[in-house]
């Protein structure tokens, strides 16, 4: 027996509000393909540090300072 499909009444039919002909497909493909780190500050963090540059900055300063280890070797899984 066949599952009932979804109802297509409308489905032809765009709103009127939603007219996307201006649209440019792909516009941001290049952007999103090279990556992006996205972190939302808390709100008194964000006051200290008006934008991106003085945050990149000041983690470099830290980087800088605080000293590295050495990366682990990943875990071998048994069985």
């Known amino acids: 027996m066949k599952k009932p499909g979804k109802s297509k009444v409308g489905a ?5 509000q939603y007219d996307f ?5 792909g516009k941001y493909a290049d952007r999103f393909k090279d990556g992006s780190n996205v972190v939302v500050l808390d709100p ?3 006051a200290t540090f008006p934008d991106a540059e003085s945050v990149n ?3 470099r300063a830290l980087i800088a300072v605080v000293p590295q280890r050495p990366k682990r070797a ?3 899984r048994k069985g």
């Open 12 to 16: 032809e039919v765009m709103r009127a």
């Open 21 to 25: 002909s201006g649209g440019v497909r």
């Open 44 to 46: 008194d963090v964000a």
């Open 57 to 59: 900055r000041a983690l």
């Open 74 to 76: 990943p875990r071998s």
